[in-house]
């Protein structure tokens, strides 16, 4: 009777999952069938490598995915030596309220991104005028302003669940605070770190509504993706598309390896001198 009804909750448990794969089969794995057959074929339906030459030779393409990546490095850079400190300061510091600190951090999010970036813009032309500054420089200022708290979060759950033992061995081992700092709280805050460049560096490569809203601007790769698929260039936009998941890809497998290292090395060596 038990062998029965443990089979009875496998199946039943099977059969929940069923809503589920029929999502990820419809939405995800069917688009991206889609995306990959329009990358690797011409008008003809005939498989071809044009498309990715196309991209390749050319420059418009090429410069777009340069510059995106360089908006999304510095981004990603500025972001996590604001959100660092914050974060730190807030989980380890003896700061009265943290959750009223903290939630002044966050409490942006709950406002419409279009009337924040509107806000923005208001705000830096009353200091420069007429918007002199690069449009780089204003880019990753309203990069960082939109994603700054999806950096600060993680770092700060990370520090927060912080077991303060290994503080405190790392102090018994006569280790200072800039030794401990750097031998226990940052290699065990790594996670925090990979999770907050994930979110922040990812979204900075394809959103182009700041650079729109603030120049009317369409140079990132998000915007180029759509301009192709607008102009009924579905090939060349599928194969953009495609080039761009792969380097999320590789990305995310980069990140995730490292941060699964460092973390192994910081538990094996947390209060090592």
């Known amino acids: 009777m038990q062998l029965k009804n443990k089979s009875r909750f496998r199946l039943s448990r099977a059969q929940l999952s069923l809503p589920y794969g029929l999502f990820l089969v419809c939405f995800v794995l069917a688009p991206l069938f889609v995306i990959i057959y329009y990358a690797f074929t011409n008008g003809e339906g005939r498989v071809t490598l044009d498309n990715l030459l196309g991209f390749l030779e050319n420059p418009k393409t090429t410069g777009t995915l340069l510059y995106s990546f360089g908006i999304a490095v510095v981004t990603t850079s500025v972001c996590l030596l604001l959100a660092y400190p914050i974060a730190y300061i807030l989980a380890r510091g003896k700061i009265r309220h943290k959750s009223v600190v903290l939630m002044l ?105 700041v650079l729109d809203m603030l120049y009317n601007s369409t140079y990132i790769m998000g915007s180029l993706i759509g301009a192709y698929f607008a102009a009924y260039d579905w090939h060349g936009g599928s194969m953009i598309s495609l080039v761009l998941l792969i380097i999320i890809l590789v990305f995310t497998l980069f990140t995730n390896r490292y941060a699964d290292e460092d973390a192994g090395n910081g538990r094996g060596g947390v209060v090592s001198r």
Do not use: C
Not at 113 to 120: D, E
Not at 158 to 168: F, I, M, Q, R
Not at 196 to 202: A, H, R
């Open 105 to 209: 951090f966050i409490m942006p999010m709950w406002i419409n991104f279009t009337l924040r970036i509107t806000a923005l813009k208001e705000i830096l032309t009353i200091i420069e005028g007429n918007l002199s500054f690069h449009p780089f420089l204003n880019t990753v200022i309203g990069m960082t302003y939109d994603f700054l708290p999806f950096m600060i979060l993680p770092i700060y759950t990370t520090l927060l669940k912080l077991d303060k033992s290994l503080l405190e061995a790392s102090s018994d081992l006569g280790a200072d605070a800039l030794q401990t700092f750097l031998k226990v709280t940052l290699p065990l805050s790594v996670p925090g770190i990979i999770s907050g460049i994930f979110m922040v560096f990812l979204p900075s490569m394809t959103n182009y509504v």
